[in-house]
């Protein structure tokens, strides 16, 4: 069964961490560009950030840059979000998603195929 399965979200007081993961079963990773995207509640679905496969390069969204930090574990079949000095603003369903592009892009138009979404609550 193809699967992409995010976790790692929960609820954290402001300038806490998260780390979320993005794992695959029934499919590699490595062929692909990843993106992480989030949505919070009547709000449009954001693109945060994206690794490609090979070169592995990577973007951000400004409002998450110098916080946030976009890898890979090919061996691991998973990516991760490192997300530190999280803001109240942050909160939202984080979700990843694959691309065939060969490029690092923010647009959820160029993905393919989306996990479940995980939860981020950042709330003192």
């Known amino acids: 069964q193809v699967q992409l399965v995010e976790s790692g979200g929960g609820l954290v007081q402001p300038g806490g961490s998260l780390r979320l993961s993005c794992a695959a079963s029934g499919f590699t990773l490595d062929s692909y560009t990843i993106g992480w995207f989030r949505q919070a509640p009547g709000k449009e679905r954001e693109g945060v950030s994206c690794?490609?496969?090979?070169?592995?390069?990577?973007d951000y969204a400004d409002s998450v840059k110098g916080r946030f930090t976009i890898s890979r574990d090919n061996a691991k079949n998973t990516v991760y979000l490192q997300m530190n000095s999280l803001k109240p603003e942050d909160t939202a369903v984080y979700y990843c998603?694959?691309?065939?592009?060969?490029?690092?892009?923010?647009?959820?138009?160029?993905?393919?195929?989306w996990g479940q979404g995980t939860q981020v609550t950042v709330s003192s």
């Open positions: 690794i490609t496969s090979t070169v592995r390069s990577t």
């Open positions: 998603a694959t691309s065939q592009m060969p490029i690092c892009s923010r647009y959820a138009g160029g993905y393919d195929y």
